[in-house]
């Protein structure tokens, strides 16, 4: 019997519908506003915040209200998480990819410079980012399913499971008995970003390539789920379409895992878009509002990790990570082999140059405790 998947479950949640209560959330000022403190009140007590309130805490009016939901945020943070921030870096082992996405620089159709690391180079690549004192590691490659096959991406897994604690990948979609062949060779996460949950833009931007079903892709974290994968990270670029209805979708998707998967640890990540090759243009989300995006997420799901990449400046990291994060990139390349110097074109550009000693001297200055294992990958 084919379970209950979250495409099934969004049929109830058109994109479009959602949309329209957000702005009349956000034109209803005086009845918001009432709404937002009521809130508020709630989560000082740490109750539970039902999705349809969580639409208020992200509505514009609650910008007024930023303060005593970033307080708020920071106290559930402290109480689930404590003061650990978890440090990973990520891997590229290619960026060759066949899928056209008008907003990244790998797109099939932009003329750079493409590699994909041997299984050697790979790890090589890793412990540089090793003996930096990095154990969990997220692997990533384009859409390329003939070059960077799911055999390979298992190889790369392979070597380098002794030594590193954890091992993630950020690939393209995969069946659920993919995931469970990757467990078996010391994989035991999965970010899958949606990109966008809006419908009609998702077919603008995305061309060719398997990327083009969304379907398959909003279904990709259940067969993580279903594979038993540890942990699945979920996430929107932020910029592609209404940021409000993005991050409402994300909540809702992020609510669905948490109770379907519920040994799974489910993690959020909101990039903002960064310029790429052939995609300049980018629509400005402002730190305000994407703070209380952060922030709101925090107050509804106090269990979820957050996630803040190295595509944010070095100012806005060190003020928001205390706030609500629980998991940071560090000394991070974007490019297969940048680690060692090789010549590739990065996916995009990252803001945050800091290498990891650096990062860590931070964290330690807020008296956050910089966390490089908080997971040993033990094989049955
Ligand atoms: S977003 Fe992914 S699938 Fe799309 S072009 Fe970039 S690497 Fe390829």
Same mark, same amino acid.
């Given at each position: 019997?084919?379970?209950?998947?979250?495409?099934?479950?969004?049929?109830?949640?058109?994109?479009?519908?959602?949309?329209?209560?957000?702005?009349?959330?956000?034109?209803?000022?005086?009845?918001?506003?009432?709404?937002?403190?009521?809130?508020?009140?709630?989560?000082?007590?740490?109750?539970?915040?039902?999705?349809?309130?969580?639409?208020?805490?992200?509505?514009?009016? =609650?910008?007024?209200?930023?303060?005593?939901?970033?307080?708020? =945020?920071?106290?559930?943070?402290?109480?689930?998480?404590?003061?650990?921030?978890?440090?990973?870096?990520?891997?590229?082992?290619?960026?060759?990819?066949?899928?056209?996405?008008?907003?990244?620089?790998?797109?099939?159709?932009?003329?750079?410079?493409?590699?994909?690391?041997?299984?050697?180079?790979?790890?090589?690549?890793?412990?540089?980012?090793?003996?930096?004192?990095?154990?969990?590691?997220?692997?990533?490659?384009?859409?390329?399913?003939?070059?960077?096959?799911?055999?390979?991406?298992?190889?790369?897994?392979?070597?380098?499971?002794?030594?590193?604690?954890?091992?993630?990948?950020?690939?393209?979609?995969?069946?659920?008995?993919?995931?469970?062949?990757?467990?078996?060779?010391?994989?035991?996460?999965?970010?899958?970003?949606?990109?966008?949950?809006?419908?009609?833009?998702?077919?603008?931007?995305?061309?060719?390539?398997?990327?083009?079903?969304?379907?398959?892709?909003?279904?990709?974290?259940?067969?993580?789920?279903? =594979?038993?994968?540890?942990?699945?990270?979920?996430? =929107?670029?932020?910029?592609?379409?209404?940021?409000?209805?993005?991050?409402?979708?994300?909540?809702?998707?992020?609510?669905?895992?948490?109770?379907?998967?519920?040994?799974?640890?489910?993690?959020?990540?909101?990039?903002?878009?960064?310029?790429?090759?052939?995609?300049?243009?980018?629509?400005?989300?402002?730190?305000?509002?994407?703070?209380?995006?952060?922030?709101?997420?925090?107050?509804?799901?106090?269990?979820?990790?957050?996630?803040?990449?190295?595509?944010?400046?070095?100012?806005?990291?060190?003020?928001?990570?205390?706030?609500?994060?629980?998991?940071?990139?560090?000394?991070?390349?974007?490019?297969?082999?940048?680690?060692?110097?090789?010549?590739?074109?990065?996916?995009?550009?990252?803001?945050?140059?800091?290498?990891?000693?650096?990062?860590?001297?931070?964290?330690?200055?807020?008296?956050?405790?910089?966390?490089?294992?908080?997971?040993?990958?033990?094989?049955?």
């Amino acid at each position: 019997m084919q379970t209950l998947q979250f495409s099934d479950y969004i049929k109830n949640y058109p994109f479009e519908e959602i949309k329209l209560q957000l702005q009349n959330i956000n034109q209803d000022c005086k009845h918001t506003k009432n709404k937002i403190e009521n809130i508020l009140n709630k989560s000082l007590q740490y109750e539970h915040i039902p999705w349809n309130e969580f639409l208020y805490l992200i509505s514009t009016p =609650a910008l007024e209200y930023l303060e005593p939901i970033a307080q708020i =945020a920071y106290k559930i943070t402290r109480k689930r998480f404590g003061k650990a921030i978890l440090i990973y870096a990520p891997l590229y082992l290619s960026n060759e990819c066949k899928s056209i996405c008008t907003y990244c620089g790998f797109s099939y159709n932009n003329p750079i410079k493409r590699r994909t690391l041997s299984i050697e180079e790979a790890y090589e690549e890793a412990m540089i980012l090793h003996n930096q004192g990095i154990r969990h590691i997220l692997l990533l490659t384009g859409e390329d399913y003939r070059n960077t096959p799911v055999s390979y991406i298992g190889e790369v897994a392979e070597k380098l499971k002794n030594h590193f604690s954890s091992i993630g990948i950020e690939v393209y979609p995969l069946k659920e008995e993919e995931y469970k062949y990757l467990r078996t060779k010391g994989v035991d996460s999965l970010t899958i970003y949606q990109e966008t949950y809006d419908p009609i833009r998702y077919k603008e931007v995305h061309l060719q390539g398997v990327k083009k079903r969304m379907e398959f892709r909003l279904n990709c974290p259940d067969r993580g789920g279903l =594979a038993g994968l540890r942990k699945i990270g979920i996430g =929107a670029l932020m910029g592609l379409s209404d940021p409000q209805t993005e991050v409402a979708m994300v909540g809702l998707h992020a609510q669905y895992l948490l109770k379907k998967y519920w040994k799974t640890h489910i993690t959020i990540s909101l990039p903002r878009l960064k310029p790429a090759e052939n995609f300049q243009n980018v629509p400005v989300i402002s730190d305000k509002i994407y703070v209380l995006f952060l922030c709101a997420l925090r107050i509804f799901l106090p269990d979820v990790g957050l996630i803040l990449s190295t595509r944010e400046s070095p100012y806005f990291r060190d003020h928001v990570i205390p706030i609500c994060i629980t998991q940071i990139s560090a000394g991070s390349k974007t490019e297969p082999g940048g680690y060692s110097g090789k010549e590739a074109t990065e996916q995009f550009h990252i803001e945050d140059h800091r290498s990891i000693p650096e990062i860590v001297e931070m964290l330690k200055s807020k008296e956050l405790d910089p966390v490089f294992t908080d997971w040993v990958y033990v094989m049955k």
